[in-house]
């Protein structure tokens, strides 16, 4: 995790720099269906982040000998935007990039019904368009949505959330300083009907209790983000509606 | 995880693996918390400024320690460098070509280099030469030349052990050689589901049936340092909570025998 620093990042009333209890969420929004061309998309505001995500298919793998005779292939690409973060970041995909891609395609394809759809591919874009903590997290919840906004058949969506440590504290859902400055950072990827894991990485130094704590903090988390997942699609149906109506 | 020469895993030897695997017992007739043979040579390249070879079953691994004089980076002027990486040699296994590092290469690069790095292993507030100017910079170079599994653990064994003989070049620029600081003793161990079954340390066909795998490193506190979950499948949090246990009492074991 980050180096040592003097700023004090939760006070003795359990009060964190921006104002949040150990177990407060940033404001989370989601939009579906914000871009014209693609089959499905969404757009996601987690605090000081802003994520865009396009997803196309399924449709026809290519190259062909990336096919897979018994289920569709799930390409998620994590990008950041050169402008999104502090310092300009060259623009491409790095080795950090192009490990959270892998591990968002895993995620993602563990709810998608993939069998559906032999030798097929369903490629997912991420563009990050402004950084703030939690970036892979946030944008796996936009990808869901978006993915269940193209009709995908999906066994569950997915939500991303991260807890942390920072003084000594489990907290919930790392702000950037947080990020920068904690002493642990732990993304989770969860099923939230059956509470299972997919996806979960882990930086720093937690003790078994602390994981437990962590964890307990990210599962009641979750309800409360697919909750949000819910409304913005059923949102998209009600507008729809209403078109049709006039 | 590349599928074997053949292309697929033949459903034969699947349903024997997994049907052995109910039994409590696995291909090879390890138990499902058991490793491979582990040998570990250190100095193997005494080229190099520490390096160790790697034999974890039939997956062999070299692991080469360099350390030179460079650049901080701009955000961390008062510590010292570190970078590992991983290259999946074409004399390795049947698909693996040369060229720019992929996913797999990458991604054992990363877990290798996090469970390292946030262990804080290696102290590099101790390797600043000049503060703000000139520090250590320590490159780990693990090749791999023989895949049958878990590249995972051999690569951060290796790292660890390249890492714990490795001395900083210090006669190369006026002063003297010493031994490069270290904290503490990070172990990786690498969990995978067969069916329901968690097991340790898989080699290539139980990684090819596995559904998930989850890769943790703790050190000798019992604290987890470093997890990474992959692979297509799922973890409930009770299997999490057993692998996290399995990796910390296997991980002590191996520490004690092989990285001390």
Known sequence: ?246 | MPKDALGVLSEIKKSFITKQIKEGRRGDGRKPDEYRELRIQTNYVPRANGSALVELGKTKILVGVKIDAGEPFPDTPNLGVFTTNVELLPMAFPTFESGPPNEMSIEVARVVDRGIRESKMVDFEKLVIEPGKKVWVVFVDINVLDYDGNLFDACSYGAVAALKTAVVPGSKYGGKDTQLPINNTPVSVTIVKLDDVMVCDPDLEEEQMSTTRVTITTTEDGHIRAMQKGDLGYFELDEIRKAIKMSSDTGSIIREKYLK
């Open chain 1, 1 to 246: 995790m980050g180096t040592a620093s003097d700023i004090k990042l939760i006070d003795e009333n359990n009060i964190r720099l921006d104002g949040r209890g150990p177990d407060e969420l940033r404001p989370i929004k989601i939009e579906t269906n914000v871009l014209n061309r693609a089959d499905g998309s969404s757009f996601i505001e987690w605090g000081g982040n802003k994520i865009m995500v396009a997803v196309y298919g399924p449709r026809e793998a290519y190259p062909k000998h990336n096919q897979d005779i018994n289920k569709a292939i799930v390409k998620a690409r994590y990008n950041m935007a050169a402008f999104s973060v502090d310092e300009r970041k060259r623009p491409g995909p790095d080795r950090r990039s192009v490990e959270i891609s892998k591990v968002v395609s895993e995620a993602l394809e563990a709810a998608i019904m993939v069998e559906l759809f032999p030798r097929a591919q369903i490629d997912v874009f991420i563009e990050v368009l402004q950084a703030d903590a939690g970036t892979r997290i946030a944008g796996l919840t936009a990808a869901s949505v978006a993915v269940a906004a193209a009709g995908i058949p999906m066994r569950d969506m997915v939500v991303g959330c991260t807890a942390g440590k920072v003084g000594n504290k489990i907290v919930l859902d790392l702000s950037k300083e947080e990020d920068n400055f904690g002493q642990a950072d732990l993304p989770m990827g969860i099923l939230p009907k059956s509470d299972r894991v997919v996806l979960m990485q882990m930086d720093g130094d937690l003790s078994v209790e602390e994981f437990e704590q962590a964890t307990s903090m990210i599962m009641k988390a979750t309800k409360r983000i697919a909750q949000i997942q819910r409304e913005a699609l059923t949102k998209k149906y009600e507008i729809q509606q209403k078109e049709q109506g006039e």
